[in-house]
């Protein structure tokens, strides 16, 4: 397993991408550079188009449903109920966009058209049929009231905070062109009050500080609102998901299969079947010099059979390689200690499981850690390592430590990549904890499945 250690890592606590939000350190907490962030002002950009764009969304949502409805008792109702379908898709592409952009929200295209033949009716019972259009047909007509509630809401908050926060720049012109001492805070047949005196105009001030700070905030609580209906209206469903995820780690099974399938034929090519190609040739020749030179012959046979005990030692550790007799027979505590035994550096093992998982489950975490125990072996520097082995609830855990140096990372083509694949092939997850200079810390998680009891 070829990975990387110690190198190209060490990143500290505080490091990160540049320009990642919260890299390096500021002087100003969050909630005083609020105000004067581009991603404030890009979340209030985004309230602002929010309206517009709510308004022409409802409209033709609700034009283009209403009219193909009324339209149904002729044959016309169809294509124009499958045309504003169609334009409610192409409006929520716009939205992801929009949300891209502006909130840096990333959600993938929505399951597309699979219409079971070309034409223009299959192509129409295609669009009526997608959930993905009707989800975008729904978020056109829920997020109308709710771009109106969040426009009034970011705008009244921003403006009355900056203009309140400002007042003592600007409130002269009161007195000078509008003939009254200031801003008028209540008034009747007989009584008015103004904020005109130097405490009323730092109260103002200070209450519009107050405001101008809270509300980058509540405007990010408004977008977040929003997210959450891009997320989940105009987004793939849940199920079409999972489709995508089983395609891929079905692509990942059958990917590793003939891997495996290659590794073993090669394994078999260039070792024990040369090494016994090799030994009919000695025999053959041992069988002519029996009768001329006896001797000769039995020292050929005795070289012989130390090549069969060669072979066979072989083609036991390809077995082991396929699938370990003691792992099938004993289970993990056995099969893993003796994994750890042929490891290079001291490897404490401890397994606690109070019954064995399914088969397949039990085969990858054997491979898993064997292979974590080899990359140890080959790249960490290690001066010891300890494997666990537990479960927790519905799943199976296991963790490899070593004191080594560090600095494994899961690259593209790396080793600790590939085992991340076929992990995640079944529902598993990897996570790699390895700062430069060590110690490192791999944790794998499998779900937990047990054999079907027989018939």
Known sequence: ???????????????????????????????????????????????????????FFFTYAVTMVSLGAGLLVTFLGVPVLAAGLAGCRMLGAVERARARALLGLRVDEPEPLRARKPGLMAWMGAVLKSGASW?????????????????CVAVTFWSVG???????????????????????LFGDGTHQVYLDNPFEITVTAAAGLLITLATPWIVRALTAVDGLLVYGLLGPSPLATRVVELESDRGVVVDTAAADLRRIERDLHDGAQARLV????????????????????????????????TALQELRDLA???HPAVLTDRGLDAALSSVASRCTVPVTVTVDLTE?????????????????????SKHARAASAAVDVWRAEDRLLLQVVDNGVGGARVSPGSGLAGLAERLGAVDGVLVVDSPAGGPTRVTAELPWRTEPLPR
């Open 320 to 322: 082991r390689g396929i």
């Open 162 to 184: 900056w203009t309140m926060f400002t007042y003592p720049l600007w409130f002269w012109v009161f007195p000078a062109y509008v003939g009254q001492g200031g801003i008028q």
């Open 1 to 55: 397993m070829a990975t990387e250690y110690g190198q190209g890592y060490g990143l500290g606590s505080g490091s990160g991408r540049a320009g990642d939000p919260g890299v390096g350190r500021h002087l100003l907490p969050a909630w005083l550079r609020a105000p004067f962030e581009g991603r404030s002002w890009r979340e209030y950009g985004y309230v602002l188009l929010s309206l517009p764009l709510g308004v």
């Open 278 to 309: 090799g030994l009919a040739m000695d025999l053959g020749l041992a069988k002519e010099k029996l009768r001329e030179d006896p001797g000769a012959a039995a020292r050929m046979v005795d070289e012989a059979h130390g090549e069969v005990k």
């Open 356 to 376: 064995r998982p399914a088969a397949a489950i039990e085969g990858i975490a054997y491979f898993t850690v064997s292979e974590l125990l080899q990359n140890i």
């Open 135 to 151: 989800r975008s047909l729904l978020y056109a007509v829920v997020q109308f009231p709710w771009a109106v509630f969040s426009f």
